[in-house]
C-alpha cells in the first residue's frame, strides 16, 4: 500500500468535515462564528 501525499490526506480531511468551495456557505458559517463579537473588556486596553 503505497502512502497518501499530503494534499491527498488534506482533501480527505475537507470531504470528511463536508468542505467545499462554495463562497456562499463558507460566508454563512463565518458569520456564525463572528456574530459573537468583542466582550467589553477586550474592546480597550490601555496597558
Known amino acids: 500500500m503505497t502512502e497518501k501525499t499530503q494534499a491527498e490526506r488534506f482533501k480527505e ?3 470528511e468535515l463536508e468542505c ?5 456557505r463558507f460566508d454563512a458559517a463565518l458569520k456564525k462564528i463572528a456574530k459573537a463579537g468583542k466582550k467589553p473588556d477586550d474592546a480597550k486596553k490601555d496597558d
Do not use: G, I, S, V
Open 20 to 24: 467545499d468551495n462554495d463562497d456562499t
Open 13 to 15: 480531511a475537507a470531504r
